[in-house]
């Protein structure tokens, strides 16, 4: 059974000491959408080309390292590596959308929005069904991730349809990280914790269906 003791002030509560459930939903909220936003300032200031060193370095080994430190115990470092996601992922971000019309961009906004409320919603309403699917999210994961890179190499696997597939599990992954949220720990570190898994869910999502609206324009 969860510990019901809990900090009145949930600022002193950086280790394990638990927080009330408001203000636990409360700082998910928060450092779900401060990703977001930073996301988003970088990608209204990104750069139109990047080199190839550039990409890599920005696109590639920046995000990784950050993802690393993101994990750490420690909520200044995995604060850290949240920065070194959002802002260098915000960059490489803005750099593409310059390919895409205001009106897609607009109207994929408001679809990832709309998507990540209503499987957000789920997470708490299907406890049974979320609590049973980590495995096939995990698998299908993997093969999104290795069919796209295949796709580089093999122009036949670059499909449609997996952009659509994309959009599913990351819908999914956004019902199933609530659902995580629901039984994890009421402490800060588990909060920011779930809030990059979210952060990661939403932004991939908007990717998968910037693609698709691509693909029918």
């Known amino acids: ?11 002193s509560a950086w280790g394990n000491s638990t927080i009330s459930e408001n203000y ?3 700082f998910i909220s928060l450092f779900t959408i401060l990703g977001l936003v930073t996301t988003g300032i970088a990608a209204h200031f990104a750069p139109d080309k990047f080199t190839t060193l550039g990409f890599i370095f920005i696109g590639l080994l920046l995000p990784i390292v950050g993802i ?12 850290i590596g949240y920065t070194m996601i959002t802002i260098p992922l915000g960059l490489v971000l803005g750099n593409n959308l310059n390919y895409y019309s205001p009106d897609v961009v607009t109207k994929v906004t408001t679809l990832t929005a709309m998507i990540t409320v209503i499987m957000g919603i789920s997470g708490f309403l299907f406890p049974n069904f979320y609590s049973k699917i980590g ?22 696997l670059q499909l449609s349809i997996i952009d659509y ?15 995580r949220a629901s ?7 588990s909060a920011l914790h779930i809030s ?16 698709i609206f691509d693909n029918k324009d």
Do not use: E, Q
């Open 1 to 11: 059974m969860r510990n019901k003791t809990f900090k009145k002030d949930p600022f």
């Open 24 to 26: 636990f939903y409360l």
């Open 68 to 79: 690393l430190l993101a994990t750490s115990d420690s909520i200044p470092l995995s604060l």
């Open 135 to 156: 495995g096939f999210l995990a698998v299908s994961l993997v093969s999104i991730i290795l069919i796209r890179i295949l796709g580089i190499f093999i122009p036949f």
């Open 165 to 179: 597939f994309s959009a599913g599990i990351f819908s999914l992954y956004i019902g199933y990280d609530l659902w």
């Open 183 to 189: 039984i994890a720990s009421r402490t800060v570190r």
């Open 196 to 211: 990059i898994s979210l952060y990661m869910d939403i932004l991939n999502l908007f990717v998968s269906l910037l693609s």
